[in-house]
């Protein structure tokens, strides 16, 4: 059987002893989750609880992963490290498929990107990032990610992103899974159509 050890709620100084007490205990993965800010003044409602509030306390660290997880990949042997869940279409996608071709690279391939579409209409808009249609942008983030990791040349011409050919080095040796988050239809059509 495989488990995972969810990281969520510690300091940022005990990601690592943390990592290294999961893989001597028989853990098979760790999994960090990932918001870039909180906002002081919170609108937005979390479709997960009740009450529509976190469950989480913004005063919790949520440091950020692929940092996180190259300190974690070189103070361990053969731990997997996931997002749950990455907030994707907030980020640009060349630079998060930079990030994790490098955490994938230096870790030995232990990285899997957990995503979501998000709820956080506050972080979109802190991170000048379009809320509305983000679903379908992570959609054709995901080709993107897949074309620039699969090495060499590669041009996008997309709904919301378009470039010429580029090459992206490093890119992973295999590429990285797609695990999806969320409750809605469309997140269980992604999450089938996905990893």
């Keep these: 059987m495989r488990f995972s050890q969810a990281m969520i709620g510690l300091p940022t100084e005990g990601y690592v002893s943390v990592a290294q007490a999961a893989e001597a205990a028989g853990f098979s993965s760790v999994a960090l989750s990932d918001h870039v800010i909180y906002p002081e003044q919170l609108e937005s409602q979390y479709p997960y609880t009740p009450t529509g509030k976190p469950q989480y306390d913004p005063e919790w660290d949520f440091p950020d992963p692929w940092i996180t997880i190259g300190a974690m990949a070189a103070a361990t042997d053969h731990l997997t490290f996931l997002t749950n869940v990455f907030v994707l279409p907030a980020r640009n996608p060349l630079l998060v498929a930079k990030q994790l071709a490098t955490v994938a690279r230096i870790s030995g ?9 998000g709820w956080m209409r506050e972080e979109f808009e802190v991170l000048e990032q379009r809320f ?6 992570m959609d054709e983030m ?18 919301f992103y378009d470039f010429d050919r580029l090459e992206m080095r490093p890119s992973p040796t295999r590429q990285i ?17 996905l990893d």
């Design 109 to 117: 391939d232990r990285v899997a990107l957990g995503i979501g579409a």
């Design 132 to 137: 509305g249609a983000r679903g379908r942008r």
């Design 142 to 159: 995901v080709e993107i990610l897949r074309a620039v990791w699969g090495g060499g040349f590669v041009e996008h011409h997309g709904e």
């Design 177 to 193: 899974p797609f695990l999806v988050g969320g409750h809605s239809e469309v997140a269980l059509r992604r999450a089938a159509r």
